[in-house]
């Protein structure tokens, strides 16, 4: 076998949850160059006309799911939908996830003391107890699957201190604890449980912080790189997880972050910028 063939999936059933922009879209499109069926998801169908073109013109399946994952019951009726579309799932994409939001659709930054609880309601609801959902549901499907890998889409923020999103942060950690437990729990059914943790990427959920100046200066500053990832970046790093050249790979948290997560204050010598929430 060339080792290239090892990256293949072609026949594989796939679902990628928030897959109409940003890394979920660039994440399916890889999917479906790799052979992949898909069924894609986000809250509205509108949203994923761009995400199933880009599918079908590489040839592959695409069906369009909407669900709000905010909502009880949301995550497991998707998963069973697109398992229904698709004849059953091979690999599982969970990137779906959500900030505080204001109600002019803006996320909403404040530290722990000053943030609602309505807020950390809806973080908890859509990127810890959905996920936890989903995997439920997930879980039958995989198990009658050849070659089953369930991805988590964490985020470096669960690794590293991030003021003014507490919420969010403490949600991503925890996706990476539920993938080192579904990984050994699930290993002897030939289930493999993986989480990526990307960087800041630009997105438009980042677009507050890449676009506003001092902000991107700072959150740069700290990454060794000292600059951005795109949403292409993070592709490769979920090909190789979800592909047979990850066939021994399992219950680990894959970093693509520019080196952020690696400690460098005391000696790399770049100097940083006034944090911006020195005042708050």
Known sequence: MNALDLFRLDG????????????????AEALADAGCDLAVTARTLPAL??????????????VALDGDLALPGAATDLVDRAAAALGGLDVIVHNAGTLPMTEDGSPRMAPLQDARQQDWDTVVSVNLNATAALCRAAHPYLADSSRASLILMSSVAGLVGTPMMEAYAATKAAQLSLT???????ARQGIRV???????????????????GPLSDWLTSHVPMGRWATADEVVGATLFLASPAASFVTGHTLVVDGGLAVPDDVLSGHPKPASPFAAA
Do not use: Q, Y
Request: hydrophobic share 40%; glycine share 10%; aromatic share 6%.
């Open 194 to 212: 993986n989480a990526l943790c990307p960087g800041w990427t630009r997105t438009d959920m980042t677009a507050f912080a890449s676009e506003t």
């Open 12 to 27: 594989a059933r796939a679902l990628v949850t928030g897959a109409s922009r940003g890394i979920g879209k660039a994440v």
């Open 49 to 62: 006309d761009h995400t199933l073109e880009a599918v079908e013109e590489r040839g592959r399946k695409a």
């Open 180 to 186: 080192r437990s579904l990984a050994v729990g699930w």
